[in-house]
């Protein structure tokens, strides 16, 4: 059978678009800044996608779009011999990502039918803390770990211009819209001027006495939230049957995704500066808690919580496919098999590999510190390093296409890629190492 294409010129940024703007934007991103120290943290983000991961999602959508290939199989044919463990790399990585991811993807889900039948009408902390006790371990977990992974399946095994195109062209717009209503509503609370300025002013004393801290969670947030080092870009441009103007959609892609993250501080702060919560105390699941007492405290807060988690959901939704995908595609592409037993039995992998994490959160930290922090900084090094030494002239001319005046890009791109972003990564991932050592 043909390797399927993308059906619309939309399709194929669309669904970049959503791949990037998921959990890692909405969960992650505000729980990271206000671990990091608010804008200190914004600021070195900021950077970093500009600088480096803008270049890297160049990289491999030129991969996946002159190989038209799975990232296993694009790999293989532009590299030799131990290159081919890469493509390997990001199969693994794919599934480890793709197995907590669900499990917090199954949390928001159950979050928003709480908000539908019972609402947040919580006592305090200690009942919100209570709450997320019980949907996040043991069995309701599981449940909804099961009830995501499903729904995963489903998109992707109805293919590419059924399942993942036509499910991006509703999930992206309701998400943006969505967000933007929560913005505005955030805005009217009393308490959003000093969540602005907490976020939006730098701290330049502790950015420099943090920065060994700061820099790698800046590093594994860019990785993750523009959806880098595993692949996904590299399959979605592997179904691109004509040649666009890649370094405008790259722009497009990023951009979007980091005015998301930006605007979510711009809900999230507010929410919990309203409620009486110090930021600085949020963690991964304490994120969950804080916003319910938020929700249970502010005017309109059911509704509001309801929006939150359900547009959180559609957002994991539209990122997870992406993830699958690239599993399901090398199975495809390598193996011949087809795409709704292939998708059903990856799947069915991802989800096992969960079960841990709806089990003790200590898995939760475990994957995500092991896949953010180390593997999608190793994935996007060799990818890069790839790109900028072994193959800068087959990467430049296929940048090339599509565009009619580059002004000296592609070249600036190859410089980027070959020395300045690789010290980035480098350093990034060694301080994280030494970060997550101790
Ligand atoms: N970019 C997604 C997010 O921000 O939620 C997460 C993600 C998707 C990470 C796909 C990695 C990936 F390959
Ligand atoms: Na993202």
Known sequence: MARETWATRAGFILAAVGSAVGLGNIWRFPFITAQEGGGAFLLVYLLFVALVGFPAILVEFVIGRYTNLNPVGAIRELGSGAWNYLGWLFVGIGFVILS???????????YTLIGVVDGYALAGPEEA?????TVS????SLLFHAVFMALVIAIIAAGVRKGIEVGVKVMVPAIIALLLGLAAYAFTLDASGAAYSYYLSPDFGYLVANWTSILPAAAGQAFFTLSLGMGVMITYASYLGEDRNLASDAGVIVALDTFIAVIVGFVVFPFLFAAGIDPGTTGAPAIFVSLTSAFSGIPGGRLIGIVFFAMVGIAALSSAISILEVLVSYLIDEFDVGRVPAATAIGIA??????PVTIDLIFLDLYDGLASGVLLLVGSLLLVLFVGWLIPDVAREELRKGITSLGGLDDAWIWAVRVPVVIAIVVSLYLGIVDYAD
């Open 137 to 140: 371990t043991g069995l309701d």
């Open 129 to 133: 803390g209570a709450l997320f006790g």
């Open 350 to 355: 991802v989800f096992l590999l969960g079960v």
């Open 100 to 110: 907590y991811y669900s499990v917090v993807a199954g949390w928001f889900l159950r």
